[in-house]
């Protein structure tokens, strides 16, 4: 991969998923309003109060949703940056899964990614491993039946930080698909690995300049 094929690529992914980002942003805009509108009406009784306070949340759960999809996909339609430094793999792994997550409900393949409490810093060409972490994410979600499950994991590693995924069906990439992500990893800065019943990007620790 070169700068060239990278922004090749965004536009690729950007193509496949916005249909399915538009359709779960137009979702949370309509709940979103649709609770709105029940806020706006006077309780009378407890019963009241309490229905209002469940829209409440609701309407804070999905105003967070709206925006945090928003964000992401707002990030990632750009002009791709492929310069070398310090990033945190949890983040660009949160933004990879939230880009992804309405295209893996759209086809009902539960993605899941397990909370991290901390950052996890690495170096390497971060845009770069977002755009991997995506290929392979849409990779394996085009390939998984429904009601099949995806896991995604951040944690350390000897010398850096690895991003694990898991999928419950084992449709991991082959052949042609798996050395092009592989040779995208090599020049992110990291590796991909393939083991009995994951897939791993692994990526150094910062450089000691990175972090004085």
Known sequence: MNEEHLADARMRTL????PAVVHDLRGAASALALHLQLLAIDPEDESGRARRRRSLATADEERRRLFGLAEVFARHATVPNPAVGEFDLVA????AVGLTRPFAGQRRVTLT?????????????GEVVIQVLLDVLLHVLQE????????????GAEGGARTVIRASNDVYPGGKDLAGFTS???WAGGDLRTEADALTLNLPAPRREETS
Do not use: K
């Open 15 to 18: 193509s496949v998923l916005s």
């Open 92 to 95: 660009a792994s949160a933004d």
């Open 113 to 125: 990614m397990t909370p991290v409490a901390a950052p996890r810093p690495v170096h390497g060409r």
């Open 144 to 155: 998984s039946p429904r009601g099949a499950g995806i896991e995604v994991t951040v944690e």
């Open 184 to 186: 995208a990893m090599r």
